[in-house]
């Protein structure tokens, strides 16, 4: 072989850079969950002592920590004296759970990854599939955590608004079903959003269930809101003018079957909202860091829990909007139309 072993040390450089984000995720997750962001944020210049002492943890760990997250880039470092700062624009990435680009819960999904390792490759050899109830269960908490956020700024504000007259129905009394809810967090952002509106949770995961239950509770919307163990083609309730799969539909195994249920359950006029990972039509156009994300998650979880499924379809987490819009053609709906985007997210409109 003829290598070039500039481009050698160039790849080996990357690899190391990924290695080095591997490592530096735990230590991200660490300072999430012992509140180091939220202390460092808006408080300017902070000695790891001083950080030690507003955190109640120890100055000798903290301050590794902090070298850690200053090499990463995370945190700002000045040599004069010997103290630390979190950028502002770092806040809502790392320190608010309420911002839409709050991204730590990522690496709660990213460490059932590695928890379901074994897995994931025996069935690299078998061919079969995961289920979902079958991962770690940091993954739920993990995926939770992290939709949470853009499903609070922009399910209402903006994907539901793009509805052609769906906001109108909801705000007057309409029906809606969330399909796969999983815990709850977009059937509860709705339920809140539009109270005058009946809205039914569907998932087959039975402890999702419960804790989205519990989590209306605590939310003070339970009154109009009503969750139900059952798959993708099977709650029999129906007349709906607006139903829901939030980021799901590529991960079950006949996502035509729970289109063309949700098609007959519809009423007249009423229309599917299809959320899926953003993603273009080819790989080559998918070549980017959103998209190595979603196909790590797609090759561990997604891919595996539809294929544990009956069709088994394993459409992937970046099947993209034209493959997406031919699946809900071929379950019967005549328009299918993208009336939004984010960075993360690709939004469909399917109508009768």
């Known amino acids: 072989m003829n290598i070039d072993m500039n481009k050698v040390e160039q790849f080996a450089g990357q690899v190391v850079n990924d290695i080095s984000a591997t490592f530096s995720g735990v230590m991200t997750n660490i300072g999430h969950k012992l509140g180091l962001y939220k202390a460092m944020a808006g408080a300017g210049d902070m000695s790891s002592q001083s950080l030690a002492e507003k955190t109640n943890t120890h100055e000798r760990y903290v301050r590794e920590w902090l070298n850690n997250q200053t090499a990463g880039g995370y945190v700002k470092y000045d040599m004069d004296t010997n103290t630390y700062t979190l950028p502002d624009e770092h806040i809502p990435v790392l320190a608010d759970e309420e911002s ?164 007959n359950s519809l009423k007249i006029g009423g229309s599917v ?23 790590a998650a797609s090759t561990a979880v997604c891919t595996p829990c539809s294929i544990s499924q009956e069709v088994g379809l394993a459409l992937g987490a970046q099947a993209g909007e034209k493959r997406l819009s031919h699946i809900m053609k071929d379950a019967g709906f005549a328009n299918v139309s993208r009336t939004a985007e984010t960075p993360f997210n690709i939004i469909l409109e399917a109508t009768m």
């Not at 922009?154 to 309409?174: D, P, R, V, Y």
């Not at 909202?273 to 196909?295: K, Q, T, W």
Request: charged letters at 20%; a negative charge; hydrophobic letters at 35%.
């Open 273 to 295: 909202l299809l959320v899926e990972p953003a993603a273009g039509d080819a790989v080559n156009e998918n070549i980017n860091p959103v998209s190595r994300l979603y196909y």
């Open 100 to 263: 839409p680009v709050f991204l730590v819960p990522a690496l709660d999904v990213a460490s059932s990854l590695w928890l379901d390792e074994k897995k994931v490759t025996d069935v690299f050899r078998s061919g079969e599939g995961i289920s979902w109830s079958d991962h770690h269960h940091r993954l739920f908490c993990g995926s939770e955590a992290l939709f949470r956020p853009s499903y609070k700024a922009h399910l209402t504000t903006s994907w539901i608004q793009s509805l052609n007259g769906t906001e109108e129905k909801l705000k007057s009394g309409a029906k809606v079903a969330d399909v796969g809810c999983g815990h709850g967090a977009s059937t509860i952002v709705m339920a809140k959003e539009y109270p005058n509106s009946i809205f039914y949770g569907f998932d087959s995961h039975e402890e999702s269930i419960r804790i989205a239950e519990q989590r209306a509770e605590d939310a003070g919307v339970n009154g109009n809101l009503h969750f139900r163990v059952t798959n993708a083609k099977e709650y029999q309730e129906n007349n709906f003018d607006l139903i829901c799969f939030m980021d799901c539909l590529h991960d079950m195994g006949d996502p035509i079957g729970a289109a063309h249920h949700a098609k």
